[in-house]
Each structure stands twice: as structure tokens, then as C-alpha cells.
């Protein structure tokens, strides 16, 4: 969709401006549209620095203005249009009863619960921006990996079968903070474009390259051509991710939220840890046990290991 957005000022809750972005919480609005929410002035604000390009319009309530001025000039510099509405009317565009598109029927996967957003209890704290949405390309994954740099140290983050909205978008989250150089997900991952991924990730989302759609057994084997080894852990490793040697090229493959990663993918990987458990606890989730995994990384190669 590449049409300008209307101009015109938005003076009701209840028009098909305010539900067609309302109906963005769904997954199939989202790719009819080709468009996503951005919730919150932190994220606005790293999808008009670092993505413009992908930035469509912004939404602020006054309040919203006068507390983040940075985004007007941010704006501007991007020529995004910022619209300033009521707060009625930017809470109306979160709120999944008001989820109903343009005809007055109803995104089947619009309710709160399809992504886990509450409705009302959302606050898009006085700023909102609509964004196009990437088109998902299984290529694009195996090209992005090939882009990477070759004979230097890397980080990929593969995400694999990871249901949760909020867990995919935290995940983007930690990657960024930990350096990664990539964020890959394949297509029975979650869509980090739905507003709760967007909202858990704070920005992150647009701080480095998050690409979806590809196929697991596609990104193993253009992360083995591009050298980069995929690693994964398992409580039945037999080496413990402190003992063993990382290679500086370095895929992590994590897996869904209960059962992890596969048999098959985990046989797959050409490197397995442990990471060691010293109470009673007889798992981690999948948020901390990669943030161990990727801050291990980050470790050893401050410390030239």
C-alpha cells in the first residue's frame, strides 16, 4: 500500500481511520494492510532514528508533544506527518473492541487475546505511529546471513517456533542489548510486527536487522555456508556452556517456550550446551536461557577467549 495518508483531522473515535489502525493488532489486518502499530515514545522515536524509512505517520496527544519534542523534529526530519488527536482517540486505536475494519467486520484474530494485549489496559503513553510492514521473505533470511561480514566475529539469533508475542519481542530486545548482529525467525515463530512483540521489544525492533519467514532447515544450512556455527542448548549436553570453546561466528537456535527446540533441529546443530543448573529448578525459560547464552558470548570475546 503505498497511497499518502489522509489528511484530513481525525474528530471521532469510532472512524475508519481509528479502527483500520485498531484492527493492526490482528496478524491478517496487519498483511491486508501491509502496515503495523508502534506503541510508546521510546519505540516511535528508534522507528523514526534508526527506520525511517519504514515510518508512515505518527499519532500524539498534546501531552504527548510537549513531553517528547524530539519526536516532532524527528518527524519532520523524516517527512512523517505527526498528527496530534485527542487522547480519546489514540486510545481508541489500541483497543481491540474498536478492532472492526473499515466495513464494520471484525479481524478474527483481533481480540486481545490472539496477541495477549489487554484492550483498554494498553497505554500508548500520548504516542502511536503506523509503520509498513516488511514483506516476509523466506530469501531474505539466507541473504542477510550471506551479507554478514566474512571472517569476522558475528552473533545470529535464531528464533524457532517461539509463540509468545512478548517472549519474541524481549528476545529481539536482549539480542540488540547483547550486540547480535541479526535476528532471524522462522515462519512458526510469532510475528514481531504484532503490537505486544513491538511493545516487549522497546524499540529494539528497529535497532537491527529482524528478519522472518525462513525455514529452519533453510537458515541451518546458509548458516553453515557462511561459516557461522549454530548452537543450541540442551539439559542433555554433554559439555557445559562455561567449559566450552565458542566459536567467533556464532549462531544461537532457540527453541519454543515448552518443549524447546526439536530433535531434529537440536541433532541438526553442530554445537550443544548445557547451561548448568545449581538449585532445584529443573528448566529455565527461554528469555533467561538465552540471555545467558548471548551474555556468555559477549563475555568471552571481552575477554579475548
Not at 180 to 196: E, M, Y
Not at 257 to 271: K, M, V
Request: with cysteine; charged share 25%.
Amino acid at each position: 500500500m503505498s497511497e499518502r495518508p489522509d489528511q484530513s483531522p481525525i474528530t471521532s473515535p469510532r472512524s475508519a481511520r481509528v479502527r483500520r489502525v485498531a484492527a493492526l493488532t490482528g496478524r491478517s489486518s496487519r498483511r491486508k494492510q501491509e502496515r503495523f502499530r508502534v506503541e510508546g515514545p521510546q519505540a516511535v522515536r528508534s522507528l523514526l532514528a534508526h527506520r525511517a524509512d519504514l515510518a508512515r505517520e505518527v499519532f500524539a496527544t498534546s501531552r504527548g508533544i510537549a513531553e517528547h519534542p524530539e519526536l516532532q523534529e524527528l518527524a519532520r526530519a523524516a517527512a512523517v506527518p505527526l498528527r496530534e488527536v485527542d487522547e480519546q482517540i489514540l486510545r481508541a486505536m489500541v483497543r481491540a473492541d474498536a478492532a472492526s475494519g473499515a466495513d464494520g467486520a471484525r479481524d478474527a484474530e483481533a481480540p486481545a487475546a490472539s496477541d495477549g494485549d489487554g484492550g483498554t489496559l494498553v497505554s500508548p503513553q500520548g504516542v502511536l505511529a503506523v509503520g509498513a510492514l516488511p514483506a516476509e521473505d523466506p530469501a531474505a533470511a539466507s541473504a542477510a546471513v550471506a551479507a554478514l561480514p566474512p571472517g569476522a566475529p558475528v552473533t545470529v539469533v535464531v528464533l524457532h517456533e517461539v509463540r509468545d508475542p512478548g517472549n519474541v519481542g524481549t528476545l529481539v530486545r536482549t539480542a540488540d542489548a547483547a550486540g547480535a548482529d541479526l535476528v532471524l525467525l522462522t515462519r512458526t515463530s510469532a510475528d514481531p510486527f504484532s503490537p505486544k512483540a513491538v511493545r516487549a521489544a522497546v524499540g529494539s525492533l528497529f535497532h537491527l536487522p529482524v528478519i522472518t519467514g525462513a525455514a529452519i532447515e533453510d537458515l541451518l544450512d546458509g548458516l553453515g555456508g557462511a561459516g557461522i556455527t549454530a548452537a543450541a542448548t540442551s539439559g542433555h549436553a554433554a559439555t557445559d556452556l562455561f567449559d566450552t570453546p565458542l566459536p567467533e561466528r556464532l549462531a544461537w537456535i532457540v527453541g519454543n517456550e515448552a518443549r524447546g527446540l526439536d530433535a531434529e533441529t537440536l541433532s541438526a546443530a553442530p554445537l550443544r550446551v548445557r547451561i548448568p543448573l545449581l538449585g532445584h529448578a529443573e528448566s529455565l525459560n527461554v528469555h533467561t536461557a538465552a540471555s545467558v547464552c548471548l551474555f556468555e558470548t559477549v563475555r568471552r570475546r571481552r575477554a579475548g577467549a
